[in-house]
């Protein structure tokens, strides 16, 4: 069963404007959130990250929201550029990294 | 420079046959991941160690063995019993099993192939 779910594949935005990831879960036992770019060919890094104790949290242009009640959190990128077009993944998690789930992945497309 | 590497990049199997993708870290992190990633499906645990000498199923664990004898190295073996082995497969560490601690970091990956 998906616990983590991405409901939009792709995404594509003007150059200077803002991207709208979002990504919904399942599981109110999941206290902690993290988003993730991955790059063809290569593997996903870390972008942002937030605990369910908090609302937002904002990292220079990422700013994630989380949204407890509807289980729902998101990623906005303020400008979006496009060396951000990747595909971006949502991940939820209990305390331990073995519990973590992830959502399929949005693939974002900036253009120029 | 730290990091995981994972080899080979891309890799074929016969029929049959077991694999074993490799994975090394120098980071120093204590716990390592494999996951595997199939078209349109999100990153899906196989297994994960926090200690050298011990490992723990992950969802899709069937199919697949590891060890965990030296802390830079865990191995995966895909084994003939995996029935659809085509996929590609990302290894990750992080300094300890909790999550708050320290986001993972991962590898490049391996794409393995049936011929």
């Known amino acids: ?112 | 420079d730290g990091g995981i590497t994972q080899s080979p990049k891309y890799l074929f199997r016969k029929e049959g046959q077991n694999v074993t993708l490799s994975c090394e870290q120098n980071l120093n992190h204590d716990a390592m991941y494999w996951y595997r990633q199939d078209p349109g499906q999100g990153l899906r645990l196989i297994y994960y160690s926090q200690i050298v000498n011990d490992f723990q199923k992950g969802d899709i664990a069937e199919g697949y063995s590891v060890s965990r004898e030296k802390k830079e190295s865990f191995p995966l073996t895909v084994t003939s019993a995996q029935k659809n082995p085509t996929a590609f497969y990302l290894c990750a560490s992080s300094r300890t099993g909790r999550v708050t601690d320290q986001p993972q970091h991962f590898g490049d990956g391996t794409r393995l192939s049936i011929l």
């Open chain 1, 1 to 112: 069963d998906q616990q983590v779910k991405q409901n939009s594949p792709s995404l594509s935005v003007q150059e200077g404007r803002i991207s709208i990831l979002n990504c919904d879960y399942t599981n109110s036992m999941f206290d902690y959130f993290l988003w993730y770019k991955k790059y063809p060919a290569e593997g996903p890094t870390f972008l942002i990250s937030i605990s369910s104790i908090k609302d937002k949290n904002e990292d220079g242009r990422f700013t994630v929201f989380l949204n407890k009640s509807a289980k729902h959190l998101s990623l906005h990128i303020v400008p979006s550029q496009p060396g951000d077009s990747a595909v971006y993944f949502c991940a939820a998690s209990r305390i331990s990294v073995g519990d973590m789930r992830f959502g399929a992945g949005t693939r974002l497309t900036v253009k120029p």
